[in-house]
């Protein structure tokens, strides 16, 4: 028992304090179960319930654009019909949230599946324009049965997750970290269980390669899809119980965009590029919408956000961080705090890593 603990504490020290950008993630995990501690404001409570659901739904277009290379700008497809599902389901059948967020994100998965045929045959910016098309449709189809979606409305009347915003904004979270850290452990490259993460990134860098390879693509690019649209379902299932409404706005093109950017400005194919993205747009953008003229006030400094962040630190502003914190040791490659002299393992210099950055600057 003793060396168990030994060589957790060991492992906390070495692999987790010890290494810049993992301190600030473990902190900033702590620090969001406090927030309830800190205010009970409702204003508060309901951003910090909204960023989590944001976080989670962008995390889920990285999954499928920044690892699988497959880009979506109809996201919202399978946030939307998420949320509707969830919200038919416990309106007209009774069904309690524990059962409504799981089937809103299976028939996200569905939707996924269809959105996937696409991809079999086309790429990049063709791939991208071409699944617009669903949010679009599906959005036809709630104006064109009014009386079973609610028409421009929506569904009101959504049972909520529990009667304390406390608890909700508990489950929320902890829903939200078990489906990151799945979504982590699927694109791990390091895994020697699940290979799915070396895959992905083989179709992403050149699929023909990749195919010729070996690789069952078609499999890979529909499973990509699949898993993307389940849990970008979770994040729609879960707003429509926060917000009681399922309406038009979880189908908008906008939504899908918000994925987009939260993704590219905190770094894509990183999975905690768009959690820091949208805990530090998703509020901006909150508190500006405020008012008479917040809209455009809002468009205006999320435009020079992104314009200023894209110039300076073009691979996301998570990567620019790290780049400043950390270095890798130039004989065994691991993370370092960019302060140490010496790797933390093998003992090389680290300046020869930091004179090799100079020269290639």
């Keep these: 028992m003793m060396k168990y603990i030994e060589g957790l504490r060991w492992w906390f020290l070495n692999e987790i304090v010890a290494i810049p950008g993992r301190l600030i993630a473990l902190l900033f995990v702590v620090a969001l179960f406090f927030v309830p501690a800190m205010t009970q404001a409702p204003f508060f409570m309901n951003l910090f319930v909204l960023a989590n659901i944001y976080a989670l739904y962008a995390v889920s277009w990285d999954l499928l654009a920044g690892f699988a290379g497959q880009f979506s700008f109809g996201h919202s497809a399978f946030f939307g019909v998420a949320a509707y599902t969830a919200a038919l389901l416990n ?38 324009l071409v699944t617009v098309a669903f949010p679009t449709i599906l959005m036809s189809i709630v104006f064109a049965f009014p009386d079973f979606t609610g028409g421009e409305l929506g569904i009101f009347g959504v049972k909520s997750l529990t009667s304390s915003a406390t608890a ?97 400005f905190g770094g894509i194919g990183t999975l905690y590029g768009p959690i820091v993205g949208t805990y530090i747009l998703h509020p901006i953008t909150y508190l500006l919408g ?56 093998c003992g090389a210099n680290l300046r020869l890593e930091r004179t090799d950055k100079k020269v290639e600057a």
């Design 91 to 128: 309106i007209n059948l009774r069904l309690p949230p524990w059962l409504t967020i799981p089937v809103g994100a299976l028939v996200a998965v569905g939707i996924g599946l269809v959105v996937a045929l696409p991809a079999l045959r086309l790429r990049g910016i063709y791939l991208a």
């Design 168 to 264: 909700n904004y508990y489950i929320i979270l902890v829903i939200a970290l078990i489906s990151v850290a799945a979504m982590w452990k699927t694109t791990d490259i390091k895994s020697k269980r699940v290979r799915t993460g070396v895959i992905f990134r083989a179709i992403r860098e050149d699929e023909i390669a990749a195919r010729l390879s070996g690789i069952n693509t078609t499999r890979y690019k529909v499973l990509a899809f699949a898993l993307s649209a389940f849990f970008a379902g979770i994040a729609g299932s879960l707003y429509a119980h926060v917000i009681r409404v399922a309406g038009p706005s979880t189908l908008e093109f906008t939504l899908s965009f918000n994925a987009l950017l939260y993704t590219i």
């Design 290 to 345: 405020m008012g008479q003229m917040g809209q455009e006030i809002r468009m205006i400094v999320w435009a020079l956000v992104m314009v200023l962040a894209l110039l300076f630190m073009p691979e996301g502003i998570s990567q620019g961080v790290r780049e400043r914190l950390e270095v890798h040791c130039p004989r065994c490659g691991l993370t370092n705090a960019a302060a140490r002299e010496l790797c933390r393992v």
